[in-house]
T-cell receptor, first 114, second 115 residues
């Protein structure tokens, strides 16, 4: 079982609609969760971090975390063509013994259709 | 307010040569991650370091690859005797390392091409 799993897509969403990206993780001691956006040929850019159960909103982005289900998601409201990119879910374990390796899923390619 | 700085941005090496990739973390950050990414693939973890200490090198190939983060200066990822299969984008990210709660920010990457 992969440590961090994402649907590779491609996921196509009409402009103005809500894009929903999902991620599951296997390590129960994980405590920090991040979403990165990566445009083709560019480096990953951090867009959201979430540490506790529930929702966290930042502009058009909402991250949702459910530690009991080991599930984290990202919602993008009012999707724009500029949101077309690969979205990477990343998970970090607790740092009690220095084990803070930041592990990435393979990413979901999102395309917003004008 | 410089972000994470990587250099060079592009590096071409002949098979058998050495490649040295540099990463200067953001101000106030003491931890560095290195990742490798092949075209159309995900980020593969290589190594996690703090100054003068390797915390986790579970993703590093056993041979030819090494990393360091000295007390002064940038973190260095060194690849000896490069082969065609080493051609990839290498990204570093830095964080404060607050026991798992700190965010990591990426540099622009170094694109290594082995000819």
């Amino acid at each position: 079982q992969k440590e961090v799993e994402q649907n590779s897509g491609p996921l196509s969403v009409p402009e103005g609609a809500i894009a929903s990206l999902n991620c599951t993780y296997s390590d129960r001691v994980s405590q920090s969760f991040f979403w990165y956006r990566q445009y083709s040929g560019k480096s990953p850019e951090l867009i959201m971090s979430i540490y506790s159960n529930g929702d966290k909103e930042d502009g058009r982005f909402t991250a949702q975390l459910n530690k009991a289900s080991q599930y984290v998601s990202l919602l993008i409201r009012d999707s724009q063509p500029s949101d077309s990119a690969t979205y990477l879910c990343a998970v970090k374990a607790a740092g009690y013994f220095g084990n803070e390796k930041l592990t990435f899923g393979t990413g979901t390619r999102l395309t917003i259709i004008p | 307010n410089a972000g994470v700085m990587q250099n060079p941005r592009h590096l071409v090496r002949r098979r058998g040569q050495e490649a040295r990739l540099r990463c200067s973390p953001m101000k106030g950050h003491s931890h560095v991650y290195w990742y490798r990414q092949l075209p159309e693939e995900g980020l593969k973890f290589m190594v996690y370091l703090q100054k003068e200490n390797i915390i986790d090198e579970s993703g590093m190939p056993k041979e030819r690859f090494s990393a360091e983060f000295p007390k002064e200066g940038p973190s260095i990822l060194r690849i000896q005797q490069v082969v065609r299969g080493d051609s990839a984008a290498y990204f570093c990210a830095s964080s404060r390392g607050d026991r798992g709660f700190s965010e990591a920010f990426f540099g622009q990457g170094t694109r290594l091409t082995v000819v």
